[in-house]
């Protein structure tokens, strides 16, 4: 069975961190791209950073560039995302998404496997 299961989600002040793991079943991640995606409340899923599967490339979106860092562990078959200097307007819940294939994207539409979320609070 295809599974992603994403966890290190919770409550965090202004200006602290966090890691995402994004733990894949049923199929080896180092073949697919991934991509963490956010979703608040009444907004659109965005796409936040994604990693391809061969050569390790990398994109963030512009707001999260040079305070999150999206990396692999094809031993564990996980993938993760670390956030420092987090924002409040970055409360959200966090999916991660594989995609077969090498080169990864920020589009929803890239990816066929989707993970059930977690909640990121950033409050003081």
């Known amino acids: 069975q295809v599974q992603l299961v994403e966890s290190g989600g919770g409550l965090v002040k202004p200006g602290g961190s966090l890691r995402l793991s994004c733990a894949a079943s049923?199929?080896?991640?180092?073949?697919?791209?991934i991509g963490w995606f956010r979703q608040a409340p009444g907004k659109e899923r965005e796409g936040v950073s994604c990693?391809?599967?061969?050569?390790?490339?990398?994109y963030y979106t512009d707001s999260v560039q040079a305070r999150f860092t999206i990396f692999r562990d094809n031993a564990k078959n996980t993938v993760y995302l670390q956030m420092n200097s987090l924002e409040s307007e970055e409360t959200a819940d966090y999916f991660c998404a594989a995609g077969p294939g090498t080169y990864c994207s920020h589009y929803v539409t890239r990816y066929n496997y989707w993970g059930q979320g977690t909640q990121v609070t950033v409050s003081s």
């Open positions: 049923g199929f080896p991640l180092d073949y697919y791209a």
């Open positions: 990693i391809s599967s061969t050569d390790g490339s990398t």
